[in-house]
């Protein structure tokens, strides 16, 4: 089974630029994660999806953040303008299903500098 | 306030030893709780899941333990070895219908040959 595919693995930007990283989650998996992390910290969830509806956004900066699910498969998220505060990695994850007890599976992360 | 807490120092153990790692929790009552492996530059992997009314669970050299009374957890990795060394990442079930994960900010662990 393919894992989750992201891309691209590393962007480097100046302030006030824009970003999008792309998520190709594992095939026939319903619902996707966008998570953010900071280094020392634990993933924190900026989106998740069920299909290609938004199921949580509650902690996604919507004044500069915006992801969609288009289809139902792959999805992108976009940063505009970026912040010194975005520096971070940024995870996709995906499940079955929806739900706390579904295990989630993570793509290797887009490492994004902000100078 | 919420709280999620992971031993915030790194454990350091001789390698055929058990490592303990321990989540506690404040003000959340999960339904689920998860544990993750993290390696440097990638993503967390899935190791376990144990629910509110179960008490222990085990996967080969794994156990995690779950009290809902003292609102902790602990991973145990029984006769550990260097490759276990990884961050690991508690993730406790919450939300209505526990419908999310909220991660814990991890444990850096180290078996030493």
């Known amino acids: 089974e393919a894992g989750v595919a992201q891309s691209p693995r590393y962007k480097i930007i100046e302030k006030r630029q824009s970003v999008a990283f792309w998520c190709n989650p594992i095939s026939g998996h319903a619902t996707l994660y966008w998570y953010q992390q900071i280094l020392g910290q634990g993933p924190k969830l900026l989106i998740q999806?069920?299909?290609?509806?938004?199921?949580?956004d509650s902690q996604l900066p919507k004044d500069r953040f915006s992801a969609e699910r288009l289809k139902g498969v792959d999805s992108t998220l976009k940063i505009q303008p970026a912040k010194l505060e975005d520096s971070a990695v940024y995870l996709c994850?995906?499940?079955?299903?929806?739900?706390?007890?579904?295990?989630?599976?993570f793509g290797d992360g887009t490492r994004l500098s902000i100078l | 306030s919420q709280k999620i807490e992971q031993n915030s120092e790194a454990l350091n153990i001789q390698e055929g030893k058990t490592a303990t790692l321990t989540c506690n929790y404040t003000n959340y009552s999960p339904a689920y709780l998860q544990w993750y492996r993290q390696d440097p530059g990638r993503g967390p992997v899935f190791l376990l899941l144990i629910r509110e009314n179960e008490k222990e669970k085990r996967k080969e050299r794994l156990k995690v333990t779950f009290d809902t009374t003292l609102k902790q957890s602990l991973f145990h990795i029984t006769a550990s070895q260097p490759a276990d060394s990884a961050t690991y990442l508690c993730?406790?079930?919450?939300?209505?219908?526990?419908?999310?994960?909220?991660f814990g900010s991890g444990t850096r662990l180290s078996i030493r040959p």
């Open positions: 993730a406790l079930g919450v939300g209505s219908s526990a419908s999310k994960i909220i």
């Open positions: 999806f069920q299909n290609n509806g938004v199921v949580d």
């Open positions: 994850a995906s499940s079955l299903d929806a739900g706390a007890h579904q295990p989630q599976h």
